[in-house]
């Protein structure tokens, strides 16, 4: 930046030195401006035709005023323009050689391949959740976006194997696809799977149809943001109640109310409790809306007599202090 300004004040010298020449030799010499903005030049340059010489004195001392004050100054932009590629340059290389030194240490991140307008908000969530991920994409413009954030990236192509690998996903805990077209989604998840056939793939569906091929493919789940949009904004006319809830619940900024899974590990103390003698109501003043277990299966609204189990997720909802207080709880 304060290379930028410097070039930027040495320009603005050098016009004014150009345009203050150009004038002193029509007003000395007595020339027309075409004539007096070409000898500017040339004087300024170096070149020195010979065509034009001043013949008073005031205008000799004028020109050696311009030599003076024109070429230093034409040969420090020159330098500071040569400094500013070389710098860029070196900042480029150095910027790639951290960035890939910091993917090399990631294990169990994310990598989100494309990151349009829904990939940005996934990558926003991520970071609010300090939950480690690895943007890649190759469009100039959102390669700044994503380095105006400081968020992780590798520049290329999702869909090629090396950009895949050098993102880290032979130690990567998932992938999101986010790709423009189901067609590059529907590629990345065939390579993704040949690189590491355990990893856990989400991914983005344009077309409807398209939804069925993803998942055979080897896609964990498959979402389509024109569905999820058109039926919240149905539920918005018809269940406007239930609509502002879910909002409530599921959004990062709110602190009066919270819905949040959590996995209770190995080793929790409240493993082989049912859910009334863990006192999670009672201490914590949450409440478990739903268990999901280990093969898949979904209990909603569980009893007060259910036995939490080691890798049971429990759905739970309340004040977002409390949620994070419990969470800490399941992880000892």
């Avoid at 340059?89 to 890939?100: A, D, E, F, P, V």
């Avoid at 940005?120 to 105006?148: G, H, M």
């Avoid at 009066?256 to 409790?273: N, T, Y």
Wanted: hydrophobic share 45%.
């Amino acid at each position: 930046m304060i290379l930028t300004h410097k070039l930027r004040l040495t320009l603005f010298i050098l016009f004014t030195v150009l345009i203050v020449g150009t004038f002193g030799f029509h007003f000395i010499e007595d020339w027309s401006l075409i004539d007096s903005f070409y000898t500017a030049i040339t004087t300024m340059a170096t070149v020195g035709y010979g065509d034009f010489t001043p013949k008073t004195t005031e205008g000799k001392i004028f020109t050696v005023i311009i030599i003076i004050c024109g070429v230093g100054t034409m040969l420090y932009s020159f330098s500071l323009v040569a400094e500013s590629i070389v710098e860029s340059r070196l900042r480029r290389i150095l910027g790639r050689g951290k960035l890939q030194k910091i993917i090399e240490k990631m294990n169990n991140h994310y990598i989100i391949c494309g990151c349009g307008r829904i990939g940005f908000l996934i990558c926003r969530e991520l970071a609010s959740e300090k939950v480690p991920f690895v943007i890649i994409d190759n469009n100039p413009e959102i390669i700044q976006k994503i380095q105006d954030e400081s968020f992780i990236y590798c520049k290329g192509d999702a869909t090629q194997d090396k950009v895949l690998i050098e993102a880290g996903i032979k130690r990567a805990k998932g992938i999101i696809c986010v790709l423009p077209t189901d067609a590059e989604n529907l590629y990345v998840i065939l390579t993704a799977k040949e690189l590491k056939h355990d990893i856990y793939i989400l991914s983005r569906s344009e077309e409807e149809e398209s939804e069925h091929r993803l998942i055979r493919a080897g896609a964990d789940r498959v979402m389509s943001p024109y569905t999820l949009g058109g039926m919240r904004m149905a539920m918005a006319i018809m269940r406007p109640a239930m609509l502002d809830f879910i909002e409530i619940t599921t959004r990062r900024q709110s602190l009066e109310l919270r819905m949040e899974e959590i996995s209770v590990c190995d080793g929790s103390p409240i493993i082989g409790k049912s859910l009334e003698e863990s006192g999670i109501r009672q201490r914590y003043g949450l409440i478990i809306i739903a268990v999901k277990k280990d093969t898949g299966k979904m209990i909603f609204n569980p009893l007060a007599n259910y036995v939490i189990a080691t890798g049971d997720r429990l759905i739970a909802m309340g004040e977002d202090e409390n949620v994070k207080r419990f969470a800490e709880v399941c992880v000892e």
